[in-house]
Every structure is written in structure tokens, then in C-alpha cells.
């Protein structure tokens, strides 16, 4: 279990930054902490946040980056309000408002599927796609993973850029549980037609 897990910016330090945004009642999927949201063209009543929903995780799929907070409830938060940690993760067909890590510059950690192809030293620099896996309701934490398989060479679309493996002791290629660095490849934030 990982998803997407804020790490650092281009200074080396991760202050909590982010945006609210927000995911109406007819949206019937769960997001997790961890889950990368894309933008879904539109707004709240208000004007004020606009609408995300669950990334397709699928090469040449851009996404704004993850959720790292939730509020449940049908008004919007203060612009002061920092994410309620009593709430793990949106709920299924539940108005909520999401807080998102969209620096476009974050670095992120995230771990590998337990495919056969297992992620290796050639791979890194490469692009490639996460892979969707079930989230935790009890902890809020999403199930996505880098997809081991997708970091071919040849791949010009991915979602993701692996950086390298997070340089922690016990965190070495080809271990259970490892953590890698990754960056959003083609951000929303850098898209001429928004959505």
C-alpha cells in the first residue's frame, strides 16, 4: 500500500502545499490519500474549487497529482483550513472537497506492483504508469503502484518518470517494499486546454 506520497520539491523540502478541489455526490468512486485526481471540467455550486476526479491510469492520461487530505461536507473549505485528518478517504458518491499536492515540481514515493518483471537499474529515467490497486478504508490509504512492466525504454507516454530508488537503508532494488522517487510526466497544470 502507497500511492502517491508527497516527498520534495526542487529545494528538498515538502511543506504541505497543495489546492483544494472538489468531487460532487454523483462521483461513485472512492479516493484514497495517495490516489492521483484528475481535473473533470467543471466546478462546485460556488465557482470556487474546481472538479477532480480518480486518475485513469493509463499511458498518455495526464493527472494533477494526489489527494494528501479530505472535508467532507457541502461547503467549501476556508481558504485557511488545512486538510481534516479525521477523514481518510472520499467516500463513494459523498460531496467532498480533496486537497491536492499539484506543485507540478513535487518529487513523489510510491512502491512497486508485485508483478514477475521487477523493477531494475536500466529502468530508472525511464516513463511508465501506475497500476490501480484497492485502497485501505481503515487507514485512508490508497493501493496504486508503480506497474513494474511499463518502464520499458521505448514507452513516450507514461504518466510517470522513475527517478531512482529512495536512498533510505533497507531500501534496496529488487527488495520487498521498496520506494521509488518518481515525477509527474505532463501534469494538467501544463496543458494548454486545461481538462
Known sequence: ???LIPFRDPHGN????GNWYFV?????TAIFIGDPVALAGSGDTEGHYATVAAATLAAGNAFLGPVVGVSVGESPPDVTTTPDLENKHRV????TYVFVADDPDLEFLVGEDAGAAAIVAADIGNLGILIAGTGETAYGQSGDT???????ATTTDGQIQLLGVHNTPGNDLGSSGVLFRVKINGDQHQLAGGS
Request: no cysteine; net charge negative.
Open 1 to 3: 500500500m502507497t500511492g
Open 14 to 17: 515538502y511543506r504541505g502545499s
Open 24 to 28: 460532487p455526490a454523483t462521483d461513485s
Open 92 to 95: 463513494a458518491s459523498v460531496a
Open 146 to 152: 508503480l506497474d513494474s512492466s511499463s518502464f520499458d
